[in-house]
């Protein structure tokens, strides 16, 4: 298998543009989680899905950032408008149903800077 | 609420020399506590999980954690350090209260000298 894909692995925009990352999880995994890694906070729940329908999006810092998974096999991190704040790198991890105890499976992860 | 403290965001260990990265745990319930490992400029791997089936797991890579429920410990070891073994290394525990959610410890970079 591939193992979780993301795009892209670097995006360098400015402050007030769009930002989109892509992320294809791991054929068959029914859950999908978008996290946020920062020297100051680590790792940061964003928002997960189950079946392709968001479950907890708590962790989502503010209405600027919104996230959509259309189908299966893809799934979108929209930030708009960007801030220079929100320079981290995404991680979208996988896994398959069933239990408290499986194993998530990251992706390589987005590197965003945000000027 | 579940949650993981990571004591030590920097470890050296000297090549050939044990490997001890500290995790403690917060939880009401009987928690499942992983070790995830993150080589640079990559996303992370599971290294290893306590699911109550043994206290003593062992993982990838030489590496073990001892569940201590007295402790609420889930240290993580190695006897011996090689150079590969340089990265950050996070703890995390899975929520049980009906949303699956992993909380991750802030982490600990592994430096290993030779």
């Known amino acids: 298998d591939a193992g979780v894909i993301q795009s892209p692995r670097h995006e360098v925009t400015e402050m007030g543009q769009e930002v989109t990352l892509r992320c294809k999880p791991i054929?068959?995994?029914?859950?999908l989680f978008w996290y946020r890694q920062t020297m100051m906070r680590g790792l940061e729940l964003l928002i997960y899905?189950?079946?392709?329908?968001?479950?907890?999006d708590s962790g989502m810092p503010e209405d600027r950032f919104s996230a959509k998974m259309p189908n299966a096999s893809f799934s979108t991190l929209k930030i708009q408008p960007s801030e220079p704040r929100d320079s981290a790198v995404y991680f979208c991890?996988?896994?398959?149903?069933?239990?408290?105890?499986?194993?998530?499976?990251f992706g390589e992860g987005s590197r965003l800077t945000v000027l | 609420a579940q949650s993981v403290t990571q004591l030590g965001s920097h470890v050296s260990v000297s090549e050939g020399a044990l490997v001890l990265l500290r995790c403690n745990y917060s939880?009401?319930?009987?928690?499942?506590l992983f070790w995830y490992v993150q080589y640079p400029n990559q996303g992370l791997q599971l290294l290893l999980k306590?699911?109550?089936?043994?206290?003593l797991v062992k993982g990838i890579n030489g590496f073990e954690a001892e569940f201590k429920k007295s402790e609420t410990s889930f240290h993580l070891t190695k006897p011996s350090a090689h150079m590969s073994d340089a990265a950050e290394y996070f703890c995390?525990?899975?929520?049980?209260?009906?949303?699956?959610?992993?909380?991750f410890g802030t982490g600990t970079r592994l430096k290993v000298l030779a």
């Open positions: 991890a996988s896994r398959a149903g069933g239990g408290y105890s499986g194993e998530l499976f």
């Open positions: 054929s068959g995994h029914d859950y």
């Open positions: 939880s009401s319930v009987p928690p499942y």
């Open positions: 995390a525990v899975s929520t049980t209260s009906g949303t699956y959610k992993y909380i």
């Open positions: 306590y699911t109550s089936a043994a206290t």
């Open positions: 899905f189950n079946n392709n329908v968001p479950i907890d």
